[in-house]
């Protein structure tokens, strides 16, 4: 009797195992091992378009070519989080979601809006910065582009597979919609008298105009609705649910803590430092 109790109870306890064996199996169709690979290489990769100043941009100090940024800075914090160095890889923004599903990069950081089509290629975090897309023309023609109609038969620029690009196709159907991998080669462009007027947010927007006030202008025309407003987000690789949460651990801490603006101004100043 004894001895039936007993094998009884291993059959259950063994049965038990079993169920929780496949239980485990169950849990995730895949492993998540974003953090733990980030951890056993000692760095985080980084994927940006360093085109886009005061987010990210090439400065050469002592010596030595950086990229530098308010994403560049959020960067460091998500690695300093990790525990591991950073490593940012320059590449031009219509491959950055291409190469990171390609396991180039950890993650993307790039003054990337979160998009309803891009969140069937990767997972965005909580955003951190919010912007608006305004026309950059040169000085002087912010007047006179003043209404959508004022800009058919126009040369507008857009950097390719950008949100700026999709606007132009979509509000623009009669203007001439020019599309470049570089935002840097778009001002250029532009104040070369190749284009009439580039899209682009605000925030690099009123850069350009700042640094360059006799050369660029922000033009009176409203492109978007008041409301319509980007958010910045980091993407990762679908799936890497783990390393999203610590990205969101990091976000949530320069919020909270108000680091945001101190970042901004260090951008801007690196930026007048190191760049003509
Ligand atoms: N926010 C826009 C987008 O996601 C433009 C981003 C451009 N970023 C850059 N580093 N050039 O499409």
New binding site residues.
Partial sequence: MKLKNFMQTVALFGLALVLVGCSNKKAGPQTDNSIKDIKKAKVLTVG?????ES??FPIVKDGKKEFVGY?MMLAKKIADELGVKLKIVNIE?PS?ISELNNNKVDLVL??????KK?EKAVDFSDSYYS?KNVLLVKKGDQDKYDTLKALAGKQIGA?Q??????LVKKKMPDANLVSES??TSLATELANDKLDGVV??NA?ANNYAKKFSGKYAVAKVQLTDVKDV?A?SVAVKKGDKKLIKAVNKVIKQVKDSGQDGQMLKEAQELQSKYVN
């Fill in positions: 940006t378009s360093a085109d886009f987010f990210e994403d923004f950055l790039s003054g990337l809006s979160k998009t891009r912007v950097q597979s950008t949100t700026q690009e999709e570089l935002v682009l947010e690099t980007e910045y």
